[in-house]
């Protein structure tokens, strides 16, 4: 069983969802390399022009969830699942469908009445997906892929999360990301939207 280290601000799994790995796993280092390439497979096809340029609304439960499941369906059987138990982070799981459909309902108006640049829309986005916390893990990579898929879909201004640094490994940007996120608990989006650009 793999030995887990959880740094600030990653949700820790119960023993329930550790035994819902999907391949053999031996060290965290294997654990974060598969779902790592799992995720860049997610990133390829949701980036795909066919995706993109489709007429398809993003902002609907069924693809959310299924971009979940491409980022890690190959490793946790509860992929592009809601969550069933609370975690350290999160509105309690039985409220998760709830806020998730107001948060879908403000976007859609957040869009249709131009409330934000796309590239804030896509910041605001992510932040309120990783407060509700959908999934057992992975939501804030999730979440800042989504918010990427937004940019490109509607064009906003690209965003790189601190400069592109791997957030799981830069301590010092992690950091930054987790004290704007705390921010944005107080009702101020402005430093996570200056680290999402930046």
Same mark, same amino acid.
């Given at each position: 069983?793999?030995?887990?280290?959880?740094?600030?601000?990653?949700? @820790? #799994?119960?023993?329930?969802?550790?035994?819902? #790995?999907? @391949?053999? /796993? +031996?060290?965290?280092?294997?654990? !974060?390399?598969?779902?790592?390439?799992?995720?860049? =497979?997610?990133?390829?096809?949701?980036?795909?022009?066919?995706?993109? %340029?489709?007429?398809? !609304?993003? &902002?609907?439960? *069924?693809?959310?969830?299924?971009?979940?499941?491409?980022?890690?369906?190959? /490793?946790?059987?509860?992929?592009?699942?809601?969550? *069933?138990?609370?975690?350290?982070?999160?509105?309690?799981?039985?409220?998760?469908?709830?806020?998730?459909?107001?948060?879908?309902?403000? %976007?859609?108006?957040?869009?249709?009445?131009?409330?934000? $640049?796309?590239?804030? +829309? %896509?910041?605001? &986005?992510?932040?309120?997906?990783?407060?509700?916390?959908? &999934?057992?893990?992975?939501?804030?990579?999730?979440?800042?892929? &989504?918010?990427?898929?937004?940019? %490109?879909?509607?064009?906003? =201004?690209?965003?790189?999360?601190?400069?592109?640094?791997?957030?799981?490994? $830069?301590?010092? /940007?992690?950091?930054?990301?987790?004290?704007?996120?705390? =921010?944005?608990?107080?009702? $101020?989006?402005? $430093? +996570?939207? +200056?680290?999402?650009?930046?």
């Amino acid at each position: 069983m793999v030995q887990y280290h959880y740094i600030e601000g990653q949700t @820790p #799994l119960d023993e329930e969802e550790k035994e819902h #790995l999907i @391949p053999t /796993v +031996l060290t965290r280092e294997d654990l !974060d390399r598969l779902e790592q390439e799992n995720i860049l =497979e997610a990133r390829r096809w949701v980036m795909r022009k066919s995706v993109l %340029a489709s007429k398809q !609304d993003i &902002f609907t439960e *069924k693809f959310i969830l299924d971009l979940h499941r491409r980022m890690y369906g190959r /490793v946790w059987k509860w992929a592009g699942q809601y969550r *069933k138990s609370n975690k350290n982070i999160g509105v309690d799981y039985s409220l998760v469908r709830t806020e998730f459909r107001k948060l879908l309902d403000d %976007a859609a108006y957040w869009l249709e009445h131009n409330t934000y $640049s796309i590239a804030e +829309l %896509a910041v605001i &986005f992510h932040y309120r997906l990783v407060k509700i916390h959908l &999934f057992q893990n992975g939501n804030g990579r999730h979440a800042r892929l &989504f918010a990427d898929v937004i940019v %490109a879909k509607y064009g906003g =201004e690209k965003l790189t999360w601190g400069g592109g640094a791997d957030l799981t490994a $830069s301590e010092g /940007v992690r950091k930054r990301y987790i004290a704007a996120l705390h =921010e944005a608990d107080a009702g $101020s989006y402005d $430093s +996570l939207i +200056l680290f999402a650009k930046s």
